[in-house]
């Protein structure tokens, strides 16, 4: 088919909820995407933080391949050689002890959400219970992950949302505490805010919250959905900070492409039973080999120390940008999630960008978000920066 029929199928039956870019998606090759009419672009979004290994990795695209020769599906009543491994994988690499998985980051903090009250409903038998999460924060669409969500804009159509939920101001452990009582039983937080705008958490907060916690019998739960699986550096993002939460949410990049994520918790709150919670699909044997060779690659190329080199020098890089250029009023970032903030509206540049062959991204508050493949080098940055440059000029 030609791309504009492509475009126009599309357009006449998919529900419209979103303002597509006028691209027809083709193939990929390492950390370029090529369209249907044949035009190269070097991907500095993978699919919104998802291609960690890039295009055509062949050991991941044999594991998959192998599996769905084998076996795709067999529901939870049985159990799958690939979901236990995957699952072995995750508690080693998380420090965690639980794992639950799921077809989507939504679907995981609906479980974390789940977990949370159940947990606190075991202590006092009561249904009345909070959480407290941020503004600017990003956990998913799904009426329990919307109603965590930190955005009056996507909730207000959608409303009533689930009860007990406030918001604190994100770095403002004040704020936190000031929410605090009896019927709290999680705090919810992204350790590096993604879609809200590309904003770290500070040491201090983080610690901090993890100290209110304990304090409280409360349970923290890190939304690594985005900023998780060694985009930061490390392989979850609250490695950095010294601390360990209770919760862990991960999806985008466990699968490589394919719909996988999970909750992870501490046995000390591993509060869901058997009637309490379940999926047809989450952590079918195809999702879950794929999920394996990911975290296979991952050690095979040593990723998280290769994102921590060319981290550093994209944030070098966006540095020098940010100092030469009047309309970026910002620059943040950790390892291969940084973003730049401009006093200009996006869409000219993101066009622009796309027309001279480069893939990039915004988030709330005018922000450039540069999420590329993990396997991404330092000529792919130099390449990124020269076709930026042009786009803001
Ligand atoms: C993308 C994202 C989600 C939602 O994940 P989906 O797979 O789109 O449901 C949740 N939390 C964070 C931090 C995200 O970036």
Redesign the pocket.
């Known amino acids: 088919m030609k791309t504009q029929e492509i475009m126009q199928m599309a357009e006449g039956s998919l529900l419209h909820t979103y303002n597509r870019y006028p691209i027809v998606l083709d193939h990929g090759e390492g950390v370029y995407l090529y369209d249907t009419d044949g035009k190269k672009y070097l991907d500095f979004a993978a699919g ?2 998802v291609f960690g290994l890039g295009y055509g990795n062949e050991g991941f695209n044999q594991a998959v391949k192998d599996q769905i020769d084998k076996l795709v599906h067999t529901s939870n009543l049985f159990y799958n050689e690939p979901a236990a491994k995957a699952a072995a994988k995750l508690t080693a690499l998380t420090g965690m002890d639980r794992v639950f998985f799921t ?7 609906e479980g974390a959400i789940k977990l949370a009250r159940k947990y606190a409903y075991n202590k006092d038998k009561k249904t009345d219970h909070e959480i407290i999460a941020m503004k600017h ?6 009426m329990g ?1 919307l109603s965590v ?1 930190g955005n009056e804009k996507y909730q207000e159509p959608f409303k009533p949302l689930i009860g007990g939920v406030q918001f604190a101001e994100f770095n403002n452990l004040e704020s936190v505490k000031a929410l605090v009582n009896d019927r709290t039983c999680a705090i919810i937080l ?1 350790p590096l ?3 809200g705008g590309i904003y770290p958490a500070t040491e201090a907060f983080i610690q901090g919250v993890r100290q209110i916690c304990d304090e409280n019998d409360i349970l923290m739960i890190c ?5 998780g699986m060694g985009r930061t550096g490390s392989m979850y993002c609250y490695q950095q900070y010294g601390i360990r939460p209770d919760v862990v ?1 991960t ?2 990049a466990l699968g490589n492409g394919f ?1 996988v ?1 999970a909750f992870l918790c501490r046995e000390s709150c591993a509060a869901l039973v058997p009637g309490d919670h379940g999926s047809t699909y989450g952590g079918n044997p195809l999702v879950c080999a794929a999920a394996n060779a990911v975290l296979d690659q991952f050690e095979a190329l040593n990723l998280t120390d290769h994102v921590k080199e060319v981290g550093a020098y994209l944030y070098e890089k966006l540095e020098e940008l940010t100092k030469e250029k009047k309309t970026i009023t910002a620059h943040r970032g950790m390892g291969l999630m940084q973003g730049l903030e401009f006093s200009v509206p996006l869409a000219g540049i993101i066009t622009k960008a796309q027309e001279l062959g480069l893939i990039i991204i915004s988030a709330s508050g005018n922000v450039i978000r540069f999420v590329p493949p993990l396997v991404i080098e330092k000529e792919h940055v130099d390449e990124m920066i020269a076709i930026l440059t042009q786009c803001i000029e």
Do not use: L, V, W
Not at 103 to 109: D, K, L, P, Q, V
Not at 137 to 142: A, D
Not at 223 to 227: G, H, K, L, V, Y
């Open positions: 919104i933080a077809n989507s980051g939504t679907e995981a903090i924060s990003f956990h998913g669409r799904s992950a969500t992204e805010q993604g879609e939304d690594e959905i985005q900023c949410t999806a985008k719909p994520g």
